[in-house]
């Protein structure tokens, strides 16, 4: 068994309303210094050893995230 | 290194990708003729996508003569605006304007079903706004491919979930519209959304910009990289790459909806139109600046000088060409008076609303934009947004259309027993077409502001419009692309037909039409002759009717391959009602003792019915006739039925024929009834049928001599037809069988949540 | 008396708030989120909405708007406080009711008109109706399920502080088909559905929703 991070988040060009809702309330809260705020999602899969890469890379791109408006980054992160 | 006017002059001969964006050999030739140079990259991206199908409406536009070839004067008397603008305006008394727009987003919400059926509504919404009304409700026309294709699993939930998600969110109601299924939309659903609002007559507000040293003001959301290129035609074809030198990969046409930022725009706008501190003002939709600063400045008595890099960016280095073409949502653009410049931009400083003053009214007759002091625009903008090419595309009907109309419904086996046809009413209430739409419109917010009188299930959707006098409007959209299919001409005169009865029906007068003209390629000479039969047959049925045009949309190329969809002329009727306490329900049951009269006449009329649909898979023969006469004295009884309130309930007949509409009049009033066919005619005919000009009224007992004297007066055919029973929890046909409603409920509520959870 | 309802950026039922009010005969004043200043008001109402998109969690932006430090003091003093949907998300996110509103289990957004039980009627919003009576008015959400740990949802029911519960189908996954919650003194109360929505027969399912609008009035005569 292995555990695996998805992160998913909106790609760099794609507007992304819920990270500005946060990057304007923090001046508001009185957090300075704050200049952008990106949200994304974060999934963590626990997986047998026999699913490889490609297998995980499928995973993400084809049902975790939308690859039309989202990037993701896959990685094991215990072996 | 940025394309200016002096380096465009000075390089005659550079390449430029005029094919990569869309253009024709012929119409880069009239740029270069119009600016006596090359255009600059900026000016070829404005010429570029102000000049596609979709926003110069170029190969429809040679047909918009027969609008004005049937809009009498008096149905111009209640127009305060029409076609041209952003959207159609109607005078509905009590000094209120209505101001209402269908409008596609078809391809879109394919690639990406969520946010473009979202940014859909958002688009259709500013449209709106421009014209200063408060926008009041939206519905959505919907189409999708087969009900059980796995594409139809991944499409349908996210445009419902999308038109949910950004309706919901900026608080408009949604009052109704269509899901409808079938094949020939498979790789090409229909998005459409419809957004009607009101204004007091005198506020209405013109995207003009008139008064030299006016400041032209662009505020609302930042501008990024969404859905460059996106409103030409081929979306997936955007600009390929080096177009401004910068060598941006290949984007996304997506745009992405902020549905939060759109209702703080609203509520800005509307602070704004209140304080009387806007002389102009244009929504950014597709086409975005290109679009809104010709648009403006076109219309106008001067010119206009813009300075582009004033534009509040969200995206680093972009380029003059690509701030032009962003389609970025919810920004708004206006021309405001200098000494009013302070006030604006406190209103929006209030709503947190970003705006910056980015130009002004000049003298002359230019267009001009600059970049950091160097001009990348200079055009007459006239030839930007309304001198386009025309062309007059070749039409031809198809060589399959005899053959088509005389495969007819005739041979196709029918249910007869009592037994069969029971089984074929539920069969036909559980078919995905004529199923409840719960599953749907439970994800919209249909009370939001209070004003809705009428909403899904209803023919109708219905909204006060005045708290005071409680004079309301009432809207419907139809179109079955089959019968437009077997004959473009009488199919969307039945579309206009249903859409006038479902208003009528609601007791409302309607009022006025709009459209949403959704057609396969209009290269093809058989698609431009059924978009020619379409709009000939929606003008001259709109004079019969008495109600104007006031503004559509036309979408072209949704076809797969050489197969186009059925021709779909979505057709949108806004009707009047001068109090909505005296709205006409759809469901039975509502007083003590009614009786059931079925107004119309019912034939053998099957071609391009549900039933032959469901039964047979069968599309051929003719549509039903269609007497647009009948449907006017059909709405005149019902309005006159329910101002001296002897109809307690109506339901218009259509797909599925009387059966369906017995079965949805019981579940929706949750009670039974008895029904007696006529003796002397086929039972299913009579059930099944889908002749039009036909509906279903509940009269209490009391008012039912003075009803259907009132018809034999004015020489609309009745049969009394049954009667509702409240203590009965069952559908009884006489002569058929017995339906209980929960039997009838479990098929035609089960139909939508099996199929998409 | 007077009534405050509460403006934040993307509130939507504001203005059926406003509505609501003057149909039960009191005072109705609009208060912006801006605006650190309750102008007086004898009881606020937080509407329903979208404040701030959502964005984060429904609620958790707004909660730290000016005007909710007013109301947060007013509320430990006795102000009369009812939380409408998203004003109910505020309540929760801002501490003035325990719990928190979760995604609807089926995941969609859910709009129906939706029957409601009547659990305690000695509220400041609840005291116009009988005991066990029920009610339908529409519920409207995406974020409507309320969840609670245990211990807190058990203090809720043994003190009798569930005010309003879902009866027939539950539309949202709530635990313990609550629909509605106060605060220990009763003056404070949160609930998904919209009774604003429901005080007129010809644009809402009833005129059942009427009751809180009425309800309140007697508590402030009362105290």
Request: net charge negative; hydrophobic share 40%; glycine share 12%.
């Amino acid at each position: 068994m292995a555990r695996v991070v998805v992160d998913v988040m909106p790609k760099p060009e794609i507007l992304d309303p819920q990270g500005q809702a946060v990057a304007r309330a923090l001046p508001r809260l009185g957090f300075d210094g704050v200049s952008d705020v990106r949200q994304g999602k974060h999934f963590e899969l626990e997986v047998d050893d026999s699913v490889d890469d490609e297998t995980l890379a499928r995973i993400a791109e084809g049902f975790l995230s939308n690859p039309v408006v989202e990037d993701f980054v896959v990685r094991r992160v215990q072996a | 290194m940025i394309d200016t006017v002096d380096n465009a002059t000075a390089t005659p001969e550079q390449e430029q990708p005029f094919r990569e964006l869309g253009l024709k050999d012929d119409e880069y030739a009239r740029i270069r003729e119009i600016l006596g140079r090359r255009p600059t990259d900026a000016e070829l991206a404005m010429y570029s996508v102000m000049w596609s199908e979709h926003c110069s409406y170029k190969s429809s536009k040679v047909h918009w003569k027969h609008w004005s070839a049937n809009t009498t004067p008096e149905m111009k008397a209640k127009m305060l605006a029409g076609i041209g603008e952003n959207a159609g305006v109607v005078e509905i008394g009590d000094g209120w304007a209505v101001t209402f727009k269908l409008e596609s987003h078809n391809h879109p919400s394919y690639v990406e079903p969520y946010q473009g059926a979202a940014t859909g509504v958002g688009g259709i919404v500013r449209d709106i706004m421009a014209m200063g009304a408060r926008p009041l409700a939206v519905m959505d026309p919907l189409r999708f491919g087969a009900p059980d294709h796995p594409d139809t699993k991944r499409v349908l939930p996210g445009v419902v979930a999308g038109i949910g998600g950004y309706g919901n969110c900026l608080g408009l109601p949604n009052i109704g519209g269509e899901v409808v299924f079938d094949s020939s939309y498979q790789g090409n659903p229909l998005v459409n959304a419809l957004c009607v609002g009101a204004m007091r007559t005198e506020d209405l507000h013109l995207a003009h910009a008139s008064g030299t040293g006016n400041k032209v003001i662009l505020f609302g959301a930042r501008t990024g990289l969404d859905g460059i290129g996106g409103v030409s035609v081929l979306a997936s074809e955007t600009f390929s790459g080096d177009e401004g030198g910068t060598g941006r990969k290949k984007l996304p046409a997506v745009q992405v909806g902020d549905p939060f930022t759109e209702k703080v725009l609203i509520e800005c706008c509307l602070e704004l139109f209140a304080e009387g501190i806007v002389v102009g003002i244009q929504d950014l939709g597709g086409a975005g600046l290109s679009c809104a600063t010709s648009e403006l400045a076109s219309a106008g008595d001067g010119g206009m000088h813009v300075q582009l890099d004033r534009v509040p960016l969200r995206a680093t280095g972009m380029t003059p060409a690509e701030i032009l073409s962003s389609e970025s949502q919810e920004r708004m653009c206006a021309v405001v008076k200098p000494s009013d410049v302070d006030a604006f931009m406190r209103v929006c400083a209030k709503w947190d609303v970003i705006a910056t003053e980015i130009g002004e009214v000049t003298e002359g007759d230019r267009l001009i934009i600059t970049w950091h002091g160097e001009t990348v625009v200079d055009v007459p903008p006239r030839t930007v947004a309304h001198e386009g090419p025309m062309y007059e595309r070749p039409i031809e009907r198809p060589d399959y259309q005899d053959a088509l109309q005389a495969n007819g419904p005739e041979q196709l086996a029918r249910p007869s027993t009592p037994d069969e046809l029971r089984a074929e009413v539920l069969r036909m209430a559980a078919s995905p077409n004529l199923a409840s739409r719960r599953w749907v419109t439970e994800q919209y917010d249909r009370y939001v502001r209070g004003g809705t009188v009428l909403a899904q299930p209803s023919d109708s959707g219905m909204i006060r419009v005045d708290e005071e006098t409680g004079r309301g409007v009432a809207l419907a959209t139809d179109c079955n692309g089959r019968f437009v299919k077997l004959d473009p001409y009488t199919g969307t005169q039945l579309a206009l037909a249903e859409a006038y009865r479902n208003v009528a029906v609601s007791g409302a007068t309607p009022l006025a039409v709009t459209n949403c003209l959704n057609f396969g390629s209009p290269e093809d000479p058989a698609v431009m002759w059924q978009f020619e039969q379409a709009v000939r047959g929606l003008a001259e049925g709109c004079k019969e009717l008495g109600i104007p045009v006031t503004g559509g949309n036309v979408s072209f190329y949704n076809q797969t391959g050489t197969t186009a969809i059925h021709p779909t002329p979505v057709v949108g009727v806004l009707g009047v009602i001068d109090d909505v306490r005296r709205r006409i329900p759809t469901g039975i049951g509502a007083e003590a003792g009614e009786t059931l009269l079925l107004l119309g006449e019912t034939h053998d009329e099957f071609g391009g019915s549900e039933w032959a649909h469901v039964a047979h898979d069968h599309l051929g023969g003719l549509p039903p006739k269609v007497d647009l006469a009948r449907e006017r004295l059909i709405g005149e009884i019902l309005v006159a039925g329910s101002r001296d309130g002897m109809v307690s309930a109506a339901h218009d007949l259509s797909d599925g024929g009387l059966a369906q509409t017995l079965v949805e009049a019981c579940l929706i009033g949750e009670v039974g009834a008895r029904v007696v066919l006529d003796p002397d005619q086929d039972p299913f005919v009579q059930l099944f049928s889908e002749s039009a000009g036909r509906v279903l009224v509940a009269v209490p007992r009391s008012e039912e001599l003075r009803f259907t004297e009132m018809c034999t007066a004015r020489g609309l055919p009745w049969r009394r037809t049954g009667v509702v029973d409240p203590e009965s929890q069952s559908l009884e046909i006489q002569g058929i069988g017995d339906l209980p409603l929960a039997e009838l409920r479990e098929a035609w509520e089960g139909t939508l949540p099996a199929l998409f959870g | 008396m007077r009534i405050g309802a509460v403006t934040f950026p993307g509130t939507l039922d504001d203005s059926d708030t406003i509505r609501a009010i003057k149909a039960s005969g009191a005072e109705a004043v609009a208060l912006w989120h801006g605006d650190a200043d309750l102008k007086g008001v004898d009881a606020v109402i937080l509407p329903g909405g979208f404040s701030y998109g959502d964005y984060l969690r429904a609620g958790a932006i707004a909660r730290f708007a000016p005007v909710m430090g007013e109301i947060i003091t007013a509320a430990r003093g006795g102000l009369p406080v009812l939380g409408i949907c998203n004003g109910f998300q505020v309540l929760c996110e801002a501490g003035l009711l325990p719990g928190a509103l979760l995604r609807n289990a089926g995941l969609h957004f859910v709009c129906r008109d939706q029957w409601l039980k009547v659990e305690n009627n000695a509220t400041a919003w609840s005291s116009r109706y009988e005991a066990g009576a029920e009610i339908i008015i529409p519920i409207k959400n995406m974020d409507g399920r309320f969840a609670a740990p245990k211990s807190v949802v058990d203090e809720l029911e043994g003190e009798g502080r569930v005010v309003f519960r879902y009866a027939g189908l539950n539309p949202n996954g709530s635990t313990d088909d609550i629909a509605g919650i106060s605060d220990p003194t009763g003056r404070i109360v949160g609930l998904m559905p919209h009774p604003e929505h429901a005080i007129d027969a010809l644009t809402g399912p009833s005129d059942d929703g009427l009751g809180m609008f009425l309800s309140v009035l007697d508590s402030v005569v009362a105290a």
